[in-house]
C-alpha cells in the first residue's frame, strides 16, 4: 500500500483532495489553493469515510481524487467503471499475485462495494477458486497495474466463499460466515 496526502481546499469548504505527493501538484489550481491536512502512511488506520480502493483508483484515473462538495464542472473522473475493475490481478505485500478479481459485490441500496470475489487457481477455468474479501482491504497500487492487499493467500484460501459459481449465492448465513471471518462490521444489507 502507498502513502497518501489529504490536502484541504481553501476556496472551497468541505472539499478535500487525496494525492500520492506531498506536494499536491496534481490537484486541480482553480479550487485550491490546498494547504496539506495529513498524511496517511501505508500501516495507519483508514478513517477516511471513503474506501482506500476508491481513492486510490481516483488517482489513478486522473492523478488525484477529490471528495466533498464541487461548485465547479470537473473533467476530472472520480469513479472508474466496474470492467476496468474485474479482471485485475491482486497481490500480497510482497508483490505476489495471489488472485485476480472476478466481480465486485454492490450493495444494492447504497450502491456501495462492500466486497470482492477473487479468483485463483486454476488453468483454462478448471480448478478456479473463488473467495470473498472486503473491498476496504484493498489498494490500488500503479506499479503492480493491481490491487495490493495485506490478506494473504492463505487468508484467501481460507474464507468463506460468499459468491462465486452459479451453486453458491449470498444468503445471511453467508454473509454473517464472511463478517465473522474478515472481522467485519456490517455496512449495510445485501
Same mark, same amino acid.
Given at each position: 500500500?502507498?502513502?497518501?496526502?489529504?490536502?484541504?481546499?481553501? %476556496?472551497?469548504?468541505?472539499?478535500?483532495?487525496?494525492?500520492?505527493?506531498?506536494?499536491?501538484?496534481?490537484?486541480? %489550481?482553480?479550487?485550491?489553493?490546498?494547504?496539506?491536512?495529513?498524511?496517511?502512511?501505508? $500501516?495507519?488506520?483508514?478513517?477516511?469515510?471513503?474506501?482506500? %480502493? *476508491?481513492?486510490?483508483?481516483?488517482?489513478?484515473?486522473?492523478?488525484?481524487?477529490?471528495?466533498?462538495? +464541487?461548485?465547479?464542472?470537473?473533467?476530472?473522473?472520480?469513479?472508474?467503471?466496474?470492467?476496468?475493475?474485474?479482471?485485475?490481478?491482486?497481490?500480497?505485500?510482497?508483490?505476489?499475485?495471489?488472485?485476480?478479481?472476478?466481480?465486485?459485490?454492490?450493495?444494492?441500496?447504497?450502491?456501495?462495494?462492500?466486497? *470482492?470475489?477473487?479468483?485463483?487457481?486454476?488453468?483454462?477455468?478448471?480448478? +478456479?477458486?473463488?473467495?470473498?474479501?472486503?473491498?476496504?482491504?484493498?489498494?490500488?497500487?500503479?506499479?503492480?497495474?493491481?490491487?495490493?492487499?495485506?490478506?494473504?493467500?492463505?487468508?484467501?484460501?481460507?474464507?468463506? %466463499?460468499?459468491?462465486? $459459481?452459479?451453486?453458491?449465492?449470498? $444468503?445471511?448465513?453467508?454473509?454473517?460466515?464472511?463478517?465473522?471471518?474478515?472481522?467485519? +462490521?456490517?455496512?449495510?444489507?445485501?
Amino acid at each position: 500500500m502507498r502513502t497518501y496526502y489529504v490536502f484541504q481546499s481553501k %476556496a472551497e469548504p468541505g472539499l478535500r483532495g487525496f494525492a500520492e505527493s506531498s506536494t499536491g501538484e496534481a490537484l486541480p %489550481a482553480d479550487l485550491g489553493p490546498w494547504a496539506l491536512a495529513q498524511q496517511i502512511g501505508p $500501516d495507519e488506520e483508514w478513517n477516511q469515510g471513503i474506501s482506500r %480502493a *476508491v481513492v486510490a483508483a481516483g488517482i489513478l484515473e486522473n492523478g488525484f481524487y477529490l471528495s466533498g462538495p +464541487v461548485n465547479r464542472a470537473t473533467s476530472s473522473h472520480p469513479v472508474i467503471e466496474s470492467d476496468r475493475v474485474e479482471g485485475t490481478a491482486v497481490y500480497d505485500l510482497h508483490a505476489r499475485q495471489i488472485g485476480t478479481i472476478k466481480r465486485l459485490l454492490i450493495e444494492k441500496v447504497s450502491g456501495r462495494v462492500l466486497y *470482492v470475489d477473487v479468483t485463483f487457481g486454476g488453468f483454462f477455468g478448471l480448478g +478456479v477458486h473463488h473467495h470473498t474479501i472486503p473491498w476496504d482491504k484493498l489498494s490500488y497500487d500503479k506499479e503492480l497495474e493491481g490491487y495490493r492487499t495485506d490478506v494473504t493467500e492463505a487468508q484467501v484460501q481460507g474464507a468463506p %466463499a460468499f459468491y462465486g $459459481d452459479d451453486t453458491v449465492w449470498p $444468503d445471511r448465513r453467508r454473509e454473517q460466515e464472511m463478517r465473522d471471518y474478515w472481522h467485519d +462490521v456490517p455496512r449495510g444489507p445485501i
